[in-house]
């Protein structure tokens, strides 16, 4: 009898032992986004995603997890079994081959017909990727929390064009040519920007000083570990918001560069060096104007050894919970391999209305072409840092795929670009940072401030729904107020209320739990005109009632904007 509970007792402990080992080394699923319920499921599980591609999450899950899924009906696959503690790379599939040689080099998982999954057992996967490839860190942690219904289920019309602002008319008519020549040739002096060299740290010194002979403000660099024990540093400065400082628009492109002879010789000129001096020539532009909004200017680092500079700054906005309005990513923008050249505006469901923005933006104040592509799986530059924490961001570059020949190598000079059309995508980028930015404008009144939200739900026997009570600052130079509400965040506004209002404040409802709402407030003046709007204040669904996104299988939506 004693033998036998001997052995009852080591089959529990080696039980316990086994579950123990399973929840310690969980696996990574793919979960497609075509099944109607399963950002619901997700969000109710409380599963952790780390990562949004086009047509499915990756995520990362124990036993009880999966047993949860399978209860509710949701239908996965796995890509690796035992994930615990090991550094998984997104890698670019462009080609037949790529497959077999990830998996003659390390562990690889198809994902989708463009994405592979890359790891080693041991040491880092990045290490031994073959070299040429297009890739990025899967995130390490959860952006669950910060997943929303997309802002669209399908491609918007064609933009054609926005009423131009004369404001923003102005600083867009500021840049120059000859500056952005001048800003690439001094970060081609460098001779290598790359992450290891000395190139690197001195190039992210002469952008400091550049940021500081504009005195903008909270100048400072963000150091942060990088690869291989370096410490690079972005570079960070802003034109701060006069009348909603904490909402911030942020203009970005990476300043370190790479070739095969990067520890010497890697001029970077297209790759980022055309980035960074857009980012620059923008500052100068808006620097001298007010905005309502904080517009920043941030030169990231160490984004060719796997997005660690931007991947540093989005993770830490997110863990102080700063209010990004957009971010506008500029890498390549200076390269034309066809005449007329457009710029290929990259987006994620959510953001498209950036795109759509900037691409009406460009053609109004530039006259250039845009072809804007909704691709949440492309996610190799700077942008993707940002999605990974649930912001909304664009990549503007020349063309995807790059067409560049002389992209990562040590000719890319500043002889190979088209400084004309250079000059019009950074006329796009300034007109959009501002337009997003809102210019201070001479008579209409003063942006309303601090709007605030409070939420009541309240149910019956046949319904449940809300309401909400929205209430702002008192503008003195307004006679009154307009309240505005969507349920696509920055689009789509619908005014509430038939006469201006009198007082600072109003109440919406009854209205249904299962939508999202975004609101915004104007003032009017005496003679009828009407501020900029204010900060948009989101109202979210209930996680039980998550419409979500189905995309075709597989398949990438792309949006022509008028081509000539």
């Known amino acids: 009898m004693r033998g036998v509970r001997a052995i009852v007792v080591a089959v529990l402990v080696l039980g316990l032992f086994a579950a123990s080992s399973f929840a310690e080394k969980p696996s990574l699923l793919k979960v497609p986004k075509a099944q109607t319920n399963a950002l619901i499921v997700l969000k109710r599980c409380g599963v952790e995603v780390l990562q949004e591609l086009q047509t499915c999450y990756i995520i990362r899950a124990g036993r009880t997890d999966i047993s949860d899924l399978r209860a509710n009906g949701i239908v996965f696959s796995p890509l690796a079994r035992n994930a615990g503690g090991k550094a998984f790379l997104l890698v670019r599939a462009r080609t037949d081959g790529t497959l077999a040689a990830l998996r003659a080099a390390g562990r690889a998982a198809p994902v989708e017909p463009e994405t592979i999954l890359f790891w080693t057992d041991a040491g880092d996967?990045?290490?031994?990727?073959?070299?040429?490839?297009?890739?990025?860190?899967?995130?390490?942690?959860?952006?669950?929390?910060?997943?929303s219904p997309a802002s669209s289920t399908a491609p918007a019309a064609a933009v054609t064009g926005i009423s131009a602002d004369s404001d923003v008319a102005l600083i867009v008519s500021d840049v120059s040519t000859d500056n952005l020549r001048t800003l690439v040739s001094a970060l081609e002096s460098f001779q290598t920007r790359n992450t290891y060299t000395t190139g690197c740290s001195g190039a992210g010194q002469y952008i400091y000083d550049y940021f500081a002979g504009l005195g903008l403000d909270g100048l400072r660099f963000q150091p942060f570990s990088g690869p291989h024990g370096t410490t690079p540093r972005n570079v960070i400065a802003d034109k701060t918001g006069a009348t909603c400082p904490a909402d911030i628009v942020i203009v970005c492109g990476h300043y370190d560069s790479t070739s095969p002879m990067s520890s010497t010789l890697a001029p970077g000129a297209d790759d980022n060096g055309s980035g960074t001096a857009a980012v620059l020539e923008t500052a100068r532009v808006l620097a001298s104007h007010a905005f309502d909004f904080t517009i920043r200017f941030v030169a990231f680092a160490a984004e060719e050894q796997g997005l660690f500079g931007s991947a540093y700054y989005a993770a830490q906005a997110a863990d102080d919970n700063e209010r990004i309005v957009g971010v506008i990513n500029l890498d390549m923008i200076a390269y034309a391999d066809a005449l007329p050249e457009d710029v290929t505006l990259i987006v994620n469901s959510a953001s498209s209305w950036l795109a759509d923005l900037m691409a009406a933006a460009a053609m109004s104040y530039v006259g250039l072409t845009s072809e804007t592509i909704v691709n949440a799986s492309f996610t190799y530059s700077d942008h993707a840092s940002?999605?990974?924490?649930?912001?909304?961001?664009?990549l503007a570059i020349e063309d995807e795929p790059i067409a560049n020949p002389y992209y990562h190598t040590i000719q890319d000079t500043s002889p190979t670009l088209d400084f004309d059309f250079f000059t019009s995508v950074t006329k796009a980028a300034a007109a959009v940072a501002a337009e997003l930015g809102q210019p201070e404008r001479t008579?209409?009144?003063?942006?309303?401030?601090?709007?605030?939200?409070?939420?009541?739900?309240?149910?019956?026997?046949?319904?449940?729904?809300k309401k909400v009570t929205l209430t702002w600052m008192e503008q003195g130079d307004a006679v009154g107020y307009n309240v505005y509400r969507t349920t696509l965040s920055h689009e789509?506004?619908?005014?509430?209320?038939?006469?201006?209002?009198?007082?600072?404040?109003?109440?919406?409802?009854?209205?249904?739990?299962?939508?999202?709402?975004?609101?915004?407030?104007?003032?009017v003046g005496a003679t009828g005109l009407e501020s900029n709007n204010s900060s948009e204040a989101g109202i979210a669904a209930s996680a039980a009632a998550f419409a979500i996104k189905s995309w075709p299988a597989e398949t990438a939506i792309v949006r022509r904007e008028g081509r000539r």
């Open 125 to 147: 996967p990045a290490d031994r990727l073959p070299e040429g490839l297009l890739w990025k860190p899967l995130p390490n942690r959860s952006l669950l929390a910060r997943l």
């Open 386 to 394: 940002f999605w990974d924490q649930g912001y909304l961001a664009l």
């Open 443 to 465: 008579g209409p009144p003063a942006t309303p401030s601090g709007l605030t939200t409070t939420v009541e739900t309240y149910s019956s026997l046949f319904k449940t729904a």
């Open 492 to 523: 789509g506004y619908e005014k509430l209320n038939a006469a201006p209002l009198a007082a600072a404040s109003y109440t919406d409802g009854p209205m249904s739990v299962g939508l999202t709402y975004y609101y915004v407030v104007t003032a």
